[in-house]
């Protein structure tokens, strides 16, 4: 149906409607032209609402053919001049979309440091050269006294822990143009990095230091003061006694230990998981969001060697179980980060340096239970 002749026969309607209207005086009657009435402009108003969508789609339409004619004439043009040897530049919106930069960049999704970082024992030295702490290795027993002898001798004997000054340092070089450009916060991601990289040493330092010259005594070291009456594990797999038999073994004879951890790579964590019994059900609950294993807190770290890993080569140390306060970190100064534009000028390099003074080592005595990669038995 023609909307603009519907349109006109409902205006014809509604005039006849209000002719009778005026010269009727049944109620029902007015009620129901009343009701036609409004029936008649619903339907007017659609109407309206159609032809103007009609008219915005025909102008749209006729604005695409005279742009296309525009287009087909500019195209004929280029042509013209193009055989007269003459150069002309033509743009058009419809053939080029501009470039769109994000104006935040994509973290890195996954953990960059291990947690263990935060849970070892900082202790705040600013200025300071050398640490030393003591601890206690034995206390004694008191003895049963006849009157007139001598009281028995119950003295505790101690240790001493040395922690040196270690300078860990990170350098990175950005171009000035990256740090000039307004939409990407390039600079920022560029400390930011090294405040993680400073971390990440000092986190595997505090497993792998050697002890030597500019290096932390790491749990793993073979010269720890705190360690070196400890009997360390050895194991060749994991199976459904290998954490009881980590447990049972840490700490004195009169108790089972609570409050240490389990460091360990995350190889070793999935064989944990992994372990079932002869009924299918697993050996251990492990808990991803508490960081747990059957209630024993656990940390991940990518320093330690893994046991059922067969690239390991036996005596790797592969993980350690205590109190992680065990292990202290002085910071002995601030991280201090400078920034240069003279070493490359010429090339316009902006190069970033960032130091911290620090170190670290075990401090209570038999503080971690170390557990090695045992070597495969001859003909096993």
């Given amino acids: 149906m023609n909307l603009e002749i519907r349109k006109k026969e409902i205006a014809e309607r509604l005039n006849e409607i ?20 409004d029936a008649l402009q619903e339907e007017r108003n659609l109407i309206d609402k159609k032809l103007s969508m009609k008219r915005k789609f025909d102008s749209a339409a006729m604005f695409q053919i005279r742009s296309d004619a525009e287009a087909i004439e500019n195209m004929e043009k280029r042509g013209k001049d193009l055989k007269e040897g003459r150069t002309v530049t033509v743009t058009s919106s419809n053939v080029l979309l501009p470039s769109h930069t994000n104006a935040e960049i994509g973290a890195y999704p996954f953990r ?17 050269e050398t640490y030393k702490k003591s601890f206690v290795k034995s206390t004694g027993m008191a003895g049963l006294t006849a009157e007139g002898d001598p009281y028995t001798t119950a003295e505790p004997t101690f240790g001493y822990a040395t922690i040196t000054k270690v300078k860990v340092t990170a350098y990175a070089e950005i171009t000035e143009e990256l740090e000039k450009l307004p939409a990407l916060p390039y600079s920022q991601e560029v400390l930011r990095g090294i405040n993680i ?6 986190s595997q330092q505090i497993l792998r230091g050697a002890g030597s010259t500019n290096t932390f005594k790491g749990i793993f070291a073979n010269n720890v003061e705190a360690l070196a009456d400890n009997t360390d594990i050895e194991i060749s797999t994991i199976d459904d006694t290998t954490l009881d038999e980590i447990i049972y073994a840490y700490g004195g004879d009169e108790e089972v230990e609570g409050g240490a951890a389990l460091i360990l790579s995350k190889n070793d964590l999935r064989a944990f998981a992994n372990l079932r019994t002869t009924e299918g059900r697993k050996v251990h609950i492990v808990d991803y969001s508490a960081s747990t294993i059957d209630g024993i807190p656990y940390v991940i770290n990518s320093n330690c060697g893994s046991v059922v890993d ?16 065990n292990y202290e970190v002085p910071v002995f100064s601030p991280v201090e980060i400078a920034k240069s534009t003279d070493y490359k000028f010429k090339d316009g390099i902006i190069s970033y340096k960032a130091s911290v003074f620090t170190g670290g080592n075990v401090v209570g005595y038999k503080g971690f239970l170390r557990i090695k990669k045992k070597a495969a038995t001859v003909g096993g």
């Fill in 18 to 37: 209000r002719a009778l209207a005026e010269k009727e005086d049944n109620l029902s009657v007015l009620e129901k032209l009343e009701k036609e009435t």
């Fill in 197 to 202: 990289a400073l971390r990440k040493k000092i």
């Fill in 310 to 325: 067969p690239n390991t080569e036996a005596g790797t140390y592969c993980m350690a179980y205590g109190a992680l306060t």
């Fill in 112 to 128: 960059d440091v291990s947690t263990l970082v935060d849970k070892v024992r900082i202790v705040n030295l600013e200025g300071g």
